[in-house]
């Protein structure tokens, strides 16, 4: 065997590429959130100094909120509906069906709608956000803002995030309401639950905090997304090519984004 | 336009720039374009004149050295003074970067700075966009609530000119304008680049690859290779050099010939 071949099969070859692409790793992701960090900063400070348009945060809020509205709310009924099926399914014969309620109104307000609706909103209004402001970079219009004295930051960057703030609780408040909705009917329609029953089922194990923590839990995806996008966005070199490259790294960041700080919550917030 | 702190009174000054990104693109550019002056700069493609343009206003920075305009220091005058720069000079970009979801009123519009909109009523504001645009030779009726999808090329490099000098600058820096253009539409552009330089009074730094155009229009002409300056002078004098480099940009010939013993890529 060659020394090459053999350096390949290595054990300790493997863990060295293995820590070096970790670490690699490690510090792209490092130096992102630190640029992702200043760009909220400055973002803070634009707002602070009155330096947004009220103008753009409507416009934002028309392609962000309102446009978003139907297909989070078709998302949410499809949610609540799979929640109420799987749940009777695995529940046949075992426990009494009254649970369901609370099956149904937990899994929605305290996981499915923010989580699905931040996911929706990543197709939706994350990739969007990248692709647009990618080829604003690539084809200049980035620096003809700044040649006019314009900051891309507030112009660009604040407006949609300040929308994406507002809209997300809102989204995810209609979410939970229409998943829940759905899920009541579906175990009507399928199981013969009752509209009582369901919900004194779900009044069981209701806690008021639950819906705070579906909303704080929507106010931080809807800080991530639009400040991921962002970043990817202005960040974007190299024509359309790197305008398609910045969008997919961009989902993929908001992804895994959202789902870490998914499993954050309950160790920080559930306790 | 104001007198340089180094009493050399430029309009812009370029001192010892130097600009790498993968490969050094710029390595120690010093030159200066006096007040008034048409100043045109050649060279072959990818050699750091558009870079260099862009450094002027801090689109790029350079790692090293400075750019002064009208006796300001770009990277070492702070925000303000970098805003005061910003506000004196106009960019004409390549392919004109209208902002595609503004209608030709608005992308006009965002040229005139901030601080003059605020001091302006909504009549001012037209009457300035309108006349920009006949200034650039458009009508204002047919294209004031057109989006930039809806124009020609020509119409939107016209209009890319009209946002710049919305502003009214003292300045203009012109990136290849007439790159991708008719011939037609290449002399009226060129036309209107000497018209607007007379009318308006403005400095203009002009990177073409229109060396006939350029060397017409221009009091004075530079040529950048390999990231240096390779000639600086009046268009005579370019024409009339014996430089090899500078040969292949006027002759055709000299240019097939410069193709087997130069490194021009």
Redesign the interface.
Known sequence: MSRQSSSVLSPYGFLGRSFIAFERVANSVAGHAGQIGLLAWHIGVACVRLRVSRRDIVRQLNIIGIQSIMIVLIAAALIGIVTSQQGGYQMQSQIPLYVMGSVVVESVILEMGPVLTAIVMVGRVGARITAELGTMKVSEQVDALISVGRDPIEVLAAPRVLAMIISMPLLVAMANLTGITTGMLSARVTLGLGQETFFYGAQLFWHNYDLLYSLMKALVFGVAIPLIAVHMGLRTGGGAEGVGRSTTHSVVFMTLTILVIDALFPPLFLN | MSVGVNGSGAAIEYRNVFKAFDVPVLTGVTLSVEPGEMFALFGPSGTGKSVLL?TT???VTPDRGDVTVGGESVYFGGRDAL?RI??M???V???A????SLTVFENVE??I??ETLKLMGANEVAHRVSESLELVNLDPKQVLDKLPSELSGGMKKRVGIA??IS?RPEILLWDEPTTGLDPVNSAAIERLITQLSDELKVTSLLVTHDIVGGLEMCDRVAMLEGGRLRFCGLPGDFLASNDPVVNAFTDRKAATAALDTLEIT
């Open positions: 862009k206003i801090a689109l805003e910003r506000r000079v106009g960019f970009f390549q392919h970067a209208l902002f595609d965002i040229g700075p901030e946002r710049a502003g």
